[in-house]
């Protein structure tokens, strides 16, 4: 299986900031990486998919990037409403894996 | 508006079975393919199987192959997963979750249900 790790685990950071996230394959995924959201209590959300397509809905401060084994989600000015989990995933090999999260909390 | 909402969760010994159920609503359930996805408590994300729009191809992997079964009818716009043998480990948020590009599996989930916990506890 593929695994997926992203760092950090954990990042504290205060509304306004530019926060980077960064997941990296034990493999190669090509361009088939999606981002979650999630906050406590709630399901997944579907963030970003082929490594930096927005979901329709998504607040443009989101993005993506990367492709091959190295990637970065980018929240570019913090907002109270993103304080929360974020997963990456990997849908290019069976069985598709997630990385084990990023915590982004409040500084 | 699209609507995922799994049943059929609770309490179950070691050993033991247990069926969920997720009725969907708001979209042409039987065009897009669907997948189960757990988390254990306080843990990760961990996709457990997956079933095309059709029924025709499914998947799962090693850790459920052979004791969980997805199946779907789609003249009642519902997926379900049949788990058998159930094991401790198997504790977590059960959460359907629909395919964003459709009737073929492609891995990316742009609806989940609100989850159902399963507990195997004796």
């Known amino acids: 299986d593929i695994q997926m790790t992203q760092s950090p685990s954990s990042v504290s950071a205060s509304v306004g900031d530019r926060v980077t996230i960064t997941c990296r394959a034990s493999?190669?995924?090509?361009?088939?990486l999606a981002w979650y959201q999630q906050k406590p209590g709630k399901p997944p959300k579907f963030l970003i998919y082929?490594?930096?397509s927005l979901q329709s809905g998504v607040p443009s401060r989101f993005s993506g990037s990367g492709s091959a084994t190295d990637f970065t989600l980018t929240i570019s000015s913090l907002q109270p409403e993103d304080f929360a989990t974020y997963y990456c995933?990997?849908?290019?090999?069976?069985?598709?894996?997630f990385g084990q999260g990023t915590k982004v909390e409040i500084k | 508006e699209l609507q995922l909402l799994e049943s059929g969760g609770g309490l179950v010994q070691p050993g033991g079975s247990l069926r969920l159920s997720c009725a969907a609503s708001g979209f042409t359930f039987s065009s897009y393919a669907m997948s189960w996805v757990r988390q254990a408590p306080g843990k990760g994300l961990e996709w457990v199987s997956a079933?095309?729009?059709?029924?025709?191809?499914?998947y799962y992997p090693d850790s459920v192959q052979g004791r969980f079964t997805v199946s779907r009818d789609n003249s009642k716009n519902t997926l379900y997963l049949q788990m058998n043998s159930l094991r401790a480990e198997d504790t977590a948020v059960y959460y359907c979750?629909?395919?964003?590009?459709?009737?073929?599996?492609?891995?990316?989930?742009?609806?989940w249900g609100q989850g159902i916990l399963v507990t195997v506890s004796s």
């Open positions: 995933q990997q849908a290019n090999s069976f069985p598709p894996t």
């Open positions: 082929a490594a930096s």
């Open positions: 079933i095309s729009g059709s029924g025709s191809t499914i």
């Open positions: 979750a629909k395919d964003y590009y459709g009737s073929g599996i492609n891995y990316y989930f742009d609806y």
């Open positions: 493999q190669a995924v090509s361009s088939w």
